[in-house]
T-cell receptor, first 114, second 115 residues
């Protein structure tokens, strides 16, 4: 597609439920990132994929968070046993290859845990 | 450790005024990259500029200009003759060479341009 696409744009879920957030990067972009943005804060790094593998998952807050990118394109961020503190905007970004070019961001998924 | 500081939480200006957004960074790397992004109410982060640590030339793009000074670890962003459409949250970000090139963002500056 023309840009990074994230679905859903909004997700409301009950505490304790499982959610999946999807990211469709720009075609041909091998690098994919997930960030989390809390209200009034800058985005914080969660996980980085180069191709299919998670090259850096140091930003995942705990083991309730997991992400996959099985075919090196679409990625899914999975959150188990959601907590109210997980409420935030989850942003996905993609970048072309290994060079430090700029990353392009999607519009994010606003997750609200009630 | 890497860190980006945007001390200005919110700035309000009247249309046509010039405004400068400050960004101060910390890194131990000699090679690094600095970025500015704009986040309008729609939420998407829009890329504005990238600057490499070895290139201290200032840059101008239309009404936008950037002043990179390694001596003070600053990468400030000036909007000349601001317009209402410039109203957004602006983020400065740092990325180190090698590895993942993940971003360290500042907390952002909310710019309000009043008509």
């Amino acid at each position: 597609g023309a840009g990074v696409s994230q679905t859903p744009s909004n997700k409301v879920t009950e505490k304790g439920k499982y959610v999946e957030l999807r990211c469709d990067p720009i075609s041909g972009h091998t690098a994919l990132y997930w960030y989390r943005q809390s209200l009034g804060q800058g985005p914080e790094f969660l996980i980085y994929f180069q191709g299919t593998g998670a090259a850096d998952d140091s930003g995942l807050p705990n083991d309730r968070f997991f992400a996959v990118r099985p075919e090196g394109s679409v990625s899914t961020l999975k959150i188990q046993r959601t907590e109210r503190g997980d409420s935030a905007v989850y942003l996905c970004a993609s970048r072309l290859g290994l060079m430090n070019t700029e990353a392009f961001f999607g519009q994010g998924t606003r997750l609200t845990v009630v | 450790a890497q860190k980006v500081t945007q001390a200005q939480t919110e700035i309000s200006v009247v249309e046509k005024e010039d405004v400068t957004l400050d960004c101060v960074y910390e890194t131990r790397d000699t090679t690094y990259y600095l970025f500015w992004y704009k986040q309008p109410p729609s939420g998407e982060l829009v890329f504005l500029i990238r600057r490499n640590s070895f290139d201290e030339q200032n840059e101008i793009s239309g009404r936008y200009s950037w002043n990179f000074q390694k001596s003070t670890s600053s990468f400030n962003f000036t909007i000349t003759a601001s317009q209402v459409v410039d109203s957004a949250v602006y983020f400065c970000a740092l990325s180190e060479s090698g590895g993942t090139y993940k971003y360290i963002f500042g907390t952002g500056t909310r710019l309000k341009v009043l008509a």
